[in-house]
Nanobody, 127 residues
């Protein structure tokens, strides 16, 4: 069972930057895609970004394009989310997700595509 632990969440001012990290442990050799989702209070979980194992395929949610950047370091079993020009609407709990290799009918931008989840890290942006 893969375990995921997020870190880096904090309170920042509007326009600020943060970098989140997600460290994976366990049988990570079979992990393929990893991703970030976020969930604000009372809202559904929202897709933020996704990256394949090589970093050659990356997708972003429309609300973060041009401001956020996803990356991963497989040697460290770590995925990152660089968040720039943060806005109050980015305030959420951010979750790390991962899945093993294999076919899935699920949309890669939906929570159902991923099998493993972290506990989340809070990001608060204030004006």
């Amino acid at each position: 069972q893969v375990q995921l632990v997020e870190s880096g969440g904090a309170s920042v001012q509007d326009g600020g930057s943060l970098r989140l990290a997600c460290v994976a442990s366990g049988p990570t050799i079979a992990m393929s895609h990893m991703g970030w989702f976020r969930q604000a209070s009372g809202q559904e979980r929202e897709f933020v970004a996704r990256i394949d194992r090589t970093g050659g395929s990356i997708d972003y949610g429309d609300s973060v394009k041009g401001r956020f950047a996803i990356s991963r370091d497989n040697a460290k079993n770590t995925m990152y989310l660089q968040m720039n020009n943060l806005k109050s609407e980015d305030t959420s709990v951010y979750f790390c997700a991962a899945r093993d290799y294999g076919y899935s009918r699920e949309d890669p931008a939906t929570p159902g595509y991923f099998a493993y989840w972290g506990q989340g890290t809070q990001v608060t942006v204030s004006s």
